[in-house]
């Protein structure tokens, strides 16, 4: 039972390159989140996905692009990285909610640097 | 979604009861209270979930006063691998959907 993957692990970029971060649920979860943390600091909503062909902005969107390709996977995409952009980036999903249950559940997270 | 406010660190000494307040005045009747927990390097992991009164899993308890506007995270006798960010998080309605949102959270550090 894997949960939620993240692939890759780690990657560096150099500024302006694009690159996708993949992430993917094995648990019929319909809401997935990506969220960055800087060091040091709380997790920040970059974008969501309440269901399958759907996606929302959350606090820190800019420069990201997302799309929620089925209901396992949900990609985020760094079309011309920034310095700025350099984080961990973790995905999450959970299940539509119910009355008791909101947990959510997280990859690993991708350490991206970009130099 | 209501804001929380937590410590930013708490130190304890192995083996004590340690307990985590959030503060969260705008909190709406139907939002319930969720902590995480975060060790360096990996991602959150719920702990516990609740309304109102108490509610008691195998890892915390969680308290909660009956005007909900602030809730306490209790971890009994806590020992150097309970070193790790805990996050407050407030939200959820009836019914729908309800998207994570995270604050800073407290940084508990465990001292032998």
């Known amino acids: 039972n894997a949960g939620v993957t993240q692939t890759p692990k780690f990657q560096v970029l150099k500024t302006g390159q694009s690159m996708t971060l993949q992430c993917a649920q094995d648990?019929?979860?319909?809401?997935m989140y990506w969220y960055r943390q800087d060091p040091g600091m709380g997790l920040r909503l970059i974008y969501y996905?309440?269901?399958?062909?759907?996606?929302d902005k959350g606090e820190v969107p800019n420069g990201y692009n997302v799309s929620r390709l089925n209901k396992r996977e949900f990609s985020l995409r760094l079309e011309s990285a920034a310095p700025s952009q350099t984080s961990v980036y973790f995905c999450?999903?959970?299940?539509?909610?119910?009355?008791?249950?909101?947990?959510?559940?997280f990859g690993q997270g991708t350490r991206l640097t970009v130099v | 979604l209501a804001k929380t406010t937590q410590p930013i660190s708490m130190d304890s000494y192995e083996g004590q009861e340690v307990n985590i307040t959030c503060s969260h005045n705008?909190?709406?009747?139907?939002?319930?209270i969720t902590w995480y927990q975060q060790f360096p390097s990996q991602g959150p992991r719920f702990i516990i979930q609740?309304?109102?009164t108490k509610v008691t899993n195998e890892v915390a308890s969680l308290f909660i006063p009956a005007d909900r506007k602030s809730s306490t995270l209790s971890l009994p006798r806590v020992s150097l691998s309970d070193t790790a960010v805990y996050y407050c998080?407030?939200?959820?309605?009836?019914?729908?959907?309800?998207?994570?949102?995270f604050g800073t959270g407290t940084k508990l550090q465990v001292i032998p």
């Open positions: 999450a999903s959970q299940r539509e909610k119910a009355r008791m249950n909101t947990e959510a559940f």
């Open positions: 648990m019929n979860h319909n809401s």
């Open positions: 996905s309440a269901s399958e062909g759907t996606t």
């Open positions: 705008n909190i709406a009747t139907n939002d319930y």
């Open positions: 609740g309304y109102k």
């Open positions: 998080l407030v939200g959820g309605g009836s019914g729908g959907y309800q998207k994570v949102t």
